[in-house]
């Protein structure tokens, strides 16, 4: 097969043998149900989440028969306060998509294209797309439910115009392992048509003319839709849907051992294949010489993510998910309190045998009394009511904690949803309180803004494909302005220029944009900005209707002569105000020279008086050091005297006290000589008697 070819044919399954067909259909239907099977459980939870959301409540059989199932609106709340606020801030008005240039715009003819651009998508969102907008609100009120919601952005052969419709995620079959709707390797869209419709699409060529058994229509939600809605399915007729697969997948028909990019239609019950069209274009060919490399495939979905789930799958987190658990466990606690209270109001028990009272039940209106052939004494005996309790405060304070948890959880405070805080509240902490709750917002503001931007630039390929060569447009409903009406066509829509929304993804609630808006008039002010580009944000910021006609005109052009005359004259006033000016410098370079000299005058006379100050300073000093060195020479030599006389004294005093030692010494030395001589005579008597 060669792929240039199929690129100009409007269903490649013409050319196609049956038996590949067939074994094509085989294969679609067989991996859809592959993919349905693995996400069975996810689907069971939309269903329990929807019928949470919109409070279905079924009759109970427990405790008691019609017992209470109360459905507390915490998640209808949640995702009605987030449509609430994210359908007015996504689409702002009636300039949805801002273009932008791409690239080097050297005389503006690029930027001038860009605006153009701008403003022809946002008439094709609002009047050659009506339902749009519709779905749109649709979006933001399932997105916070479910968790993700998709969009689809094609060009419709049938109606002949660009189509960007919402799937809803239930209708959407993903491969298991894929990450990302741009990297799955298989999506197979599930679209319901009948008869008639299939049957166009014959007549245009877009299907084969196959035959097809009774209609047997596919539908996972078909109880929560009977029980939301409170519909059934009808019986069969002439407009009972057939189930159409619409996959988009690989599949290598050329058999060149690659796959390529391939949108197969199938019938679901029959499994025959209705029509096969490529998923690529000429661009998107690689080629490494004469042999294709890859090939990038055209994407036609566009996912809306609320918050990314943390195992990197595909569907998203939801309110669903996040508040499914705290608000059945509310349900539980109402009904619990409310059946407590029913069993306390209504007290029943047991009866002895000692009253003597009819079977059956007594009733008494209010006022009424009945005569009875006992005492109250036998009633208090055999009468026993079961021993019921007031519902439980411990039930009503944990029914708070989770409401105050899911509130916080959901962002939905009370200051959000609109109710007034307290009378002595500072302004500044009742906005820092609204902008702390509407944070959440914010983040999951900004994944919707980029998933915008992915489907306003599959809208701006499609239209460089399919959009007349020359078109004209009217944005504004004004017939008083004639510059309105622009001419647009298929080669406005090239490479160097790219579109976004116009919606500011940091901007939640009206309040803040008219806030920023508001800001604009301090700059205005100080002449730093556009009065008339201020003026105009401001007017939208506040959702003013024809705001063309509330902008006041620009000032008319002078004259050029008389401007020319007027500039003259200035030059001349300037030239006579610069003479002047020239004077009145000299003039008073003048006076400061005289004032400058008289000033050093002043201060010579001063120096030298200064300097003879100092000179009889110093005279005085030296003076004074000469009596200073004189006292000092006077005081030393007294003080040499003093020493040398108790140095002197020191002498003598050291002299008679060694004197005075020699002289005891002696005394004892001579002393110790007669006691020593007198011991020798002792020693010799002895000795003489010893002889003897």
Same mark, same amino acid.
């Given at each position: 097969?060669?792929?240039?070819?199929?690129?100009?044919?409007?269903?490649?399954?013409?050319?196609?043998?049956?038996?590949?067909?067939?074994?094509?259909?085989?294969?679609?239907?067989?991996?859809?149900?592959?993919?349905?099977?693995?996400?069975?459980?996810?689907?069971?939870?939309?269903?329990?989440?929807?019928?949470?959301?919109?409070?279905?409540?079924?009759?109970?059989?427990?405790?008691?028969?019609?017992?209470?199932?109360?459905?507390?609106?915490?998640?209808?709340?949640?995702?009605?306060?987030?449509?609430?606020?994210?359908?007015?801030?996504?689409?702002?008005?009636?300039?949805?998509?801002?273009?932008?240039?791409?690239?080097?715009?050297?005389?503006?003819?690029?930027?001038?294209?860009?605006?153009?651009?701008?403003?022809?998508?946002?008439?094709?969102?609002?009047?050659?797309?009506?339902?749009?907008?519709?779905?749109?609100?649709?979006?933001?009120?399932?997105?916070?439910?479910?968790?993700?919601?998709?969009?689809?952005?094609?060009?419709?052969?049938?109606?002949?115009?660009?189509?960007?419709?919402?799937?809803?995620?239930?209708?959407?079959?993903?491969?298991?392992?894929?990450?990302?709707?741009?990297?799955?390797?298989?999506?197979?869209?599930?679209?319901?048509?009948?008869?008639?419709?299939?049957?166009?699409?014959?007549?245009?060529?877009?299907?084969?003319?196959?035959?097809?058994?009774?209609?047997?229509?596919?539908?996972?939600?078909?109880?929560?839709?009977?029980?939301?809605?409170?519909?059934?399915?009808?019986?069969?007729?002439?407009?009972?849907?057939?189930?159409?697969?619409?996959?988009?997948?690989?599949?290598?028909?050329?058999?060149?051992?690659?796959?390529?990019?391939?949108?197969?239609?199938?019938?679901?019950?029959?499994?025959?294949?209705?029509?096969?069209?490529?998923?690529?274009?000429?661009?998107?060919?690689?080629?490494?010489?004469?042999?294709?490399?890859?090939?990038?495939?055209?994407?036609?979905?566009?996912?809306?993510?609320?918050?990314?789930?943390?195992?990197?799958?595909?569907?998203?987190?939801?309110?669903?998910?996040?508040?499914?658990?705290?608000?059945?466990?509310?349900?539980?606690?109402?009904?619990?309190?409310?059946?407590?209270?029913?069993?306390?109001?209504?007290?029943?028990?047991?009866?002895?045998?000692?009253?003597?009272?009819?079977?059956?039940?007594?009733?008494?209106?209010?006022?009424?009394?009945?005569?009875?052939?006992?005492?109250?004494?036998?009633?208090?005996?055999?009468?026993?009511?079961?021993?019921?309790?007031?519902?439980?405060?411990?039930?009503?304070?944990?029914?708070?904690?989770?409401?105050?948890?899911?509130?916080?959880?959901?962002?939905?405070?009370?200051?959000?949803?609109?109710?007034?805080?307290?009378?002595?509240?500072?302004?500044?902490?009742?906005?820092?309180?609204?902008?702390?709750?509407?944070?959440?917002?914010?983040?999951?503001?900004?994944?919707?803004?980029?998933?915008?931007?992915?489907?306003?630039?599959?809208?701006?390929?499609?239209?460089?494909?399919?959009?007349?060569?020359?078109?004209?447009?009217?944005?504004?409903?004004?017939?008083?302005?004639?510059?309105?009406?622009?001419?647009?066509?298929?080669?406005?829509?090239?490479?160097?220029?790219?579109?976004?929304?116009?919606?500011?993804?940091?901007?939640?609630?009206?309040?803040?944009?008219?806030?920023?808006?508001?800001?604009?008039?301090?700059?205005?002010?100080?002449?730093?900005?556009?009065?008339?580009?201020?003026?105009?944000?401001?007017?939208?910021?506040?959702?003013?209707?024809?705001?063309?006609?509330?902008?006041?005109?620009?000032?008319? @052009?002078?004259?050029?002569? +008389? =401007?020319? #005359?007027?500039? /003259?004259?200035? &030059? $001349?006033?300037?030239? !006579?105000? %610069?003479? *002047?000016?020239?004077?009145?410098?000299?003039?008073?370079?003048?006076?400061?020279?005289?004032?400058?000299?008289?000033?050093?005058?002043?201060?010579?006379?001063?120096?030298?008086?200064?300097?003879? @100050?100092?000179?009889?300073? +110093? =005279?005085? #000093?030296?003076? /004074?050091?000469? &009596? $200073?060195?004189?006292? !000092?020479? %006077?005081? *030393?030599?007294?003080?040499?005297?003093?020493?040398?006389?108790?140095?002197?004294?020191?002498?003598?005093?050291?002299?008679?006290?060694?004197?005075?030692?020699?002289?005891?010494?002696?005394?004892?030395?001579?002393?110790?000589?007669?006691?020593?001589?007198?011991?020798?005579?002792?020693?010799?008597?002895?000795?003489?008697?010893?002889?003897?």
């Amino acid at each position: 097969m060669d792929l240039t070819q199929a690129l100009d044919n409007i269903n490649v399954a013409e050319g196609l043998d049956e038996d590949l067909l067939a074994r094509l259909g085989d294969k679609v239907v067989t991996d859809f149900e592959m993919d349905e099977d693995s996400r069975s459980e996810w689907l069971e939870k939309v269903e329990d989440w929807v019928k949470l959301a919109t409070q279905v409540a079924s009759q109970k059989s427990y405790p008691w028969a019609n017992a209470s199932n109360v459905k507390f609106p915490l998640l209808a709340t949640a995702s009605m306060q987030f449509a609430a606020r994210a359908y007015p801030s996504l689409i702002p008005g009636p300039e949805m998509v801002t273009g932008m240039v791409k690239g080097n715009d050297v005389d503006g003819q690029l930027h001038q294209r860009a605006k153009r651009i701008g403003r022809h998508m946002s008439y094709q969102l609002i009047y050659d797309m009506p339902d749009w907008e519709e779905e749109m609100d649709k979006l933001c009120l399932i997105l916070p439910i479910v968790g993700c919601a998709f969009k689809k952005t094609y060009y419709d052969p049938l109606q002949e115009l660009n189509v960007s419709e919402l799937v809803m995620a239930q209708d959407l079959a993903i491969n298991y392992w894929a990450k990302s709707i741009e990297t799955a390797s298989r999506k197979t869209h599930i679209i319901q048509r009948n008869q008639n419709e299939i049957q166009e699409r014959i007549n245009l060529g877009l299907y084969l003319d196959v035959e097809l058994v009774e209609p047997i229509p596919y539908n996972s939600f078909n109880r929560v839709t009977s029980e939301t809605s409170g519909t059934r399915e009808p019986s069969e007729d002439d407009d009972t849907p057939y189930t159409i697969l619409e996959q988009h997948t690989w599949y290598d028909l050329d058999d060149d051992g690659y796959k390529e990019p391939w949108i197969i239609t199938v019938e679901h019950s029959t499994r025959k294949v209705l029509r096969i069209v490529p998923r690529f274009d000429e661009k998107g060919i690689v080629k490494n010489g004469n042999k294709i490399a890859r090939i990038k495939p055209v994407e036609y979905f566009t996912k809306f993510p609320f918050i990314p789930n943390p195992d990197g799958g595909i569907y998203d987190l939801g309110f669903g998910l996040l508040l499914g658990g705290i608000n059945n466990s509310i349900n539980t606690l109402i009904n619990q309190l409310i059946d407590a209270g029913t069993l306390n109001n209504l007290q029943g028990g047991f009866i002895g045998r000692g009253i003597r009272i009819r079977g059956g039940n007594l009733r008494f209106q209010p006022g009424e009394w009945k005569q009875a052939d006992f005492t109250g004494e036998d009633i208090a005996k055999n009468i026993f009511p079961l021993p019921t309790k007031e519902p439980s405060n411990v039930l009503f304070e944990l029914f708070g904690a989770l409401n105050s948890s899911g509130e916080k959880l959901a962002s939905i405070m009370e200051i959000a949803t609109g109710k007034l805080p307290g009378q002595n509240t500072p302004a500044t902490t009742t906005m820092a309180s609204v902008e702390q709750s509407l944070k959440i917002f914010t983040a999951i503001y900004k994944r919707l803004y980029r998933a915008l931007t992915k489907e306003y630039e599959k809208l701006y390929r499609l239209n460089g494909l399919y959009l007349d060569d020359k078109l004209y447009f009217t944005l504004n409903s004004d017939p008083s302005n004639p510059a309105v009406s622009e001419q647009i066509g298929q080669t406005d829509y090239s490479e160097d220029v790219i579109v976004k929304p116009n919606a500011d993804p940091n901007v939640v609630s009206e309040a803040q944009e008219l806030g920023r808006a508001q800001g604009l008039l301090e700059l205005v002010q100080l002449g730093t900005v556009n009065v008339q580009a201020a003026t105009k944000r401001i007017l939208e910021a506040q959702k003013q209707v024809n705001i063309a006609e509330l902008m006041a005109p620009n000032p008319p @052009q002078p004259n050029p002569e +008389e =401007q020319e #005359m007027q500039m /003259k004259q200035q &030059e $001349m006033g300037m030239k !006579m105000q %610069m003479e *002047q000016e020239k004077a009145a410098i000299k003039q008073k370079e003048a006076e400061f020279k005289m004032m400058m000299e008289a000033q050093k005058n002043q201060m010579d006379m001063a120096m030298k008086q200064m300097e003879l @100050q100092l000179k009889e300073v +110093e =005279q005085n #000093m030296k003076v /004074k050091h000469a &009596e $200073m060195d004189h006292r !000092m020479k %006077m005081h *030393q030599t007294s003080q040499q005297m003093q020493i040398a006389d108790q140095q002197n004294q020191q002498k003598v005093e050291l002299n008679q006290a060694t004197h005075e030692q020699n002289m005891k010494m002696a005394k004892e030395k001579g002393e110790m000589n007669d006691r020593k001589q007198s011991k020798q005579g002792n020693v010799a008597g002895v000795d003489k008697k010893s002889s003897n």
